[in-house]
């Protein structure tokens, strides 16, 4: 059974850079799919961020792309995100999502963490 | 970016009832579209892809249709369990979004 955990740092600082860390049980990210992060500030609607493949290659929402970077680290199986020169407006429950093919990216995702809590506040 | 509207933003029903949520994308694409259902607190619940494929393990009182610009969720009975937060979401292109979202609550 595939299984998808976030960690983070619980509290970031404006102008920081936050960084999230999700890891993969169940499947070795090698052996294929695309790997994204999506968010939901409080009491509002989803967003995505990126998704990678354990390649490298990678796909940026445009709004976000030039504070964003995502990345694979293949001997932890973890997906890691980062975000930098947040400001409130970042505050959300950040998700770790599979997307549903094993070989293209859809942005169908199939598979979710649980989802990590991230305020950003002075 | 193309935008989703989803109509109604909540939506008050009984057990029993029949329900359908309206997606609407500012650009025309295919059938790259996905539902989600979320309950308070949880992650998003993939239950339909590419406009009307039923996810692996979703009831079949869920349905969706539609392409181009306009889509449906229809939910033919409404079980208790179905009381939720539903989102639309395009994959058309390289920049998936999301609606905003309706809340399916007990009339």
């Known amino acids: 059974q595939v299984r998808l955990q976030e960690s983070g740092p619980g509290l970031v600082k404006p102008p920081e850079t936050l960084s999230l860390t999700c890891t993969v049980s169940?499947?070795?990210?090698?052996?294929?799919?695309?790997w994204g992060w999506i968010r939901q500030p409080p009491g509002k609607g989803l967003e995505w961020i990126a998704s990678?493949?354990?390649?490298?290659?990678?796909y940026y929402n445009p709004s976000l792309k030039s504070r964003v970077t995502i990345s694979v680290d293949t001997s932890k199986n973890q997906v890691s995100l980062r975000l930098r020169s947040v400001t409130a407006a970042d505050t959300a429950v950040y998700y770790c999502?599979?997307?549903?093919?094993?070989?293209?990216?859809?942005?169908?995702?199939?598979?979710w963490g649980q989802g990590t809590m991230v305020p950003v506040s002075s | 970016d193309i935008q989703m509207t989803q109509s109604p933003s909540t939506l008050s029903a009984s057990v029993g009832d029949r329900v359908t949520i309206t997606c609407r994308a500012s650009?025309?694409?295919?059938?790259?579209l996905a539902w989600y259902q979320q309950k308070p607190g949880k992650a998003p619940k993939l239950l339909i892809y590419?406009?009307?494929t039923l996810e692996t393990g979703v009831p079949s009182r869920f349905s969706g249709s539609g392409s181009g610009t306009e889509f449906t969720l229809t939910i033919s009975s409404l079980q208790p369990d179905d009381f939720a937060t539903y989102y639309c979401?395009?994959?058309?292109?390289?920049?998936?979004?999301f609606g905003q979202g309706t809340k399916l609550d007990i009339k």
């Open positions: 990678i493949y354990h390649s490298g290659s990678t």
């Open positions: 979401q395009q994959y058309h292109t390289y920049s998936y979004t």
């Open positions: 590419e406009a009307s």
């Open positions: 999502a599979r997307d549903k093919s094993p070989e293209i990216t859809t942005g169908v995702f199939d598979i």
């Open positions: 169940g499947y070795s990210i090698t052996s294929g799919y695309y």
């Open positions: 650009q025309s694409f295919s059938t790259w």
